[in-house]
């Protein structure tokens, strides 16, 4: 009897589960355009620092070299 009731349970879980699907997709919502440019952003401003600390650092090691 109990295994009867844990199958209805989990039928209606996956009915339940199938309206909450097939109204996220009727909603289909389009992601804002900072969605998409914020990455890229990101990637920019990482590739610079890290271009900027390589300068830095190869400045630095050249003038002691230069200096010692």
């Excluded at 339940?16 to 097939?22: D, Q």
């Amino acid at each position: 009897m109990s295994n009867n009731f844990l199958k209805s349970k989990i039928e209606t879980g996956f009915d339940a589960e199938r309206e909450l699907l097939k109204h996220e997709d009727s909603e289909s919502n389009n992601l804002p355009l900072l969605a998409y440019v914020r990455p890229i952003l990101f990637a920019v401003l990482l590739s610079v620092t890290l271009i900027a600390l390589g300068i830095n650092i190869f400045g630095a090691i050249s003038y002691f070299i230069k200096h010692s």
